[in-house]
């Protein structure tokens, strides 16, 4: 996926969660934060960012930037929580995304409901094999090991399980943790902030959900899938 006209910037406070105070152009701007999550590690005074700018744009949009990357030291980290669902479509589509048990998929459908959840993917494979997808950004690491979730997540929690459900009923079921940087060597879910999570994964791996987990190239305007990372959930 690409984005169109990318300013620099340095990050100066977050007053809520949907807003960032930054300095861009020698002028102090507030831009929309498309990450909700809580990037302590990553949103500190001073660090550099990345700005979509909207000007000549704006439609009904209140704010002129988008903040969608940031250095971490000499890390860019894409920091656009929609961003992962858009990657995972174009590899998808373009079968450079293999579903572990499907073949090549001639049906892909975003946002679509089983029981209680509302999945990110729903696909059919040529040979009419079925299945659903939940996709997940990561943007926490500490050194090459990528974790999620950076905040306690009921909801993914919720979507988990549902996804055991699924495969009961004869799907097939699958979790994919979108790493939005480079240089990560594994995976693995996020005990300390929220247990539950790490153990609905290692539940649903044992009632035959797959969990994978990719990193992404990662420029100042781009960001796409990159390679397969190991999972740890023990």
């Not at 690491?141 to 950076?150: K, N, Q, S, V």
Request: aromatic share 8%.
């Amino acid at each position: 996926m690409k984005y169109e006209n990318i300013c620099k910037g340095n990050f100066i406070a977050r007053p809520n969660r949907f807003i960032a105070e930054v300095l861009t152009d020698g002028k102090k701007e507030k831009a929309h934060v498309k990450n909700t999550g809580r990037c302590r590690e990553l949103l500190i005074p001073g660090a550099e960012v990345y700005l979509e700018d909207f000007y000549g744009r704006m439609g009904t949009r209140k704010m002129r930037y988008s903040l969608i990357g940031v250095k971490k030291g000499d890390l860019l980290v894409n920091m656009d929580s929609q961003a992962p669902n858009k990657v995972c479509e174009e590899a998808l589509l373009d079968d450079s995304l293999q579903l572990p048990g499907m073949g090549k998929l001639p049906f892909v459908k975003r946002e679509k409901t089983f029981g209680d959840s509302r999945f990110d993917f729903y696909v059919e494979d040529e040979n009419g094999v079925k299945g659903w997808l939940e996709v997940k950004g990561v943007t926490l690491a500490e050194g090459h090991i990528a974790r999620f979730p950076d905040a306690p997540t009921e909801r993914g929690v919720k979507h988990v399980y549902e996804l055991c459900q699924a495969v009961k009923e004869g799907y097939r079921g699958f979790v994919l943790f979108v790493i939005q940087m480079t240089g990560i060597q594994q995976f693995e879910p996020n005990d300390r902030t929220h247990r539950a999570f790490g153990d609905a994964l290692r539940q649903a791996v044992k009632e035959g959900v797959a969990v994978l987990a990719y990193d992404c190239n990662v420029t100042e305007d781009t960001l796409e899938l990159k390679n397969q990372i190991p999972v740890m959930l023990d």
